[in-house]
């Protein structure tokens, strides 16, 4: 697919590219490029930034604060915004919350709550509940295995968290449970031959592992530089196939074999004190607290 660009599409990447950059802070986009937190007074500040140029909402119609934008201006938008390290807007309230309530919404609802997105007053939020029949990371790995088992892939790369609630334990577990070599937490990965050398980050600096392959890797911050796919790129994904298969399919078990018993808070640390001496404190590790 060959597509070319119309005279008001580069017009208006001209438009963006102008507006980033006037008014992105250099310090914001330092942030997004290094994979850096954002803080809340970061995206705040951004989505206010967005707003008053009118180009916060865009995907909401123009009567009520949107931008009108086509298909390809919107691409070229996150393009431009990708390029220079621009923050991706944060959906909860202006991607999901707010076309819900313009399609289902009462006039009294739209009124209320679409001005106190755009503007920030509303700051929106998705919760998560785990319910009792969520995959657990052991099935998880169990899946993969089996897809693993089908397709036989030389590398298998997996996000190291997020993947399993925080557990931290997919990638691990499909590594035993499959006999690949594994790699945890990269930050660089070069492939020699049969072989593929794994960089991770630890305290005193730079970790490098060689592995045989086929291996497991699972992902830190800082392995490749986020980007978006081309708009011709994404039109031919969408032609691609997409085998759906099932856990029963696979021969896995899902149920779960993790049950919680209980969760508490840990106990109340006491105040810290302030000693006169060096011989003071090591009585008081010795005799009070007894860790030496």
Known sequence: MDIHFTPDELAFREEVRSFLREKLPASLAAKVKLGKRQSKADICGWMNTLNARGWYANGWPVELGGTGWSVIQKHIFDEECARVGAPRVLPFGVVMVGPVIIKFGTPEQKAHFLPRILDGTDWWAQGYSESADELGSLAVAKLLKAVADKEQPQLVILGKQ??????????????????????????????????????????????????????????????NEPRYASLPNIMKAKKKPLETVTPQALGVSTASTVSTLNVEAPATRSAGIKVKSVAELVEKLKNEAKVI
């Open 162 to 223: 997020a993947i399993d609630s925080d557990n931290n334990q997919t990638g691990q577990m499909l590594a035993a449970l499959s006999g690949y070599a594994q790699g945890t937490f990269a930050s660089k990965v070069e492939v020699a031959g049969d072989k593929i050398n794994v960089t991770r980050e630890v305290d005193g600096g730079l970790q490098t592992v060689a592995l045989n392959l086929p291996a497991i890797v699972t992902t830190d911050l800082r392995l």
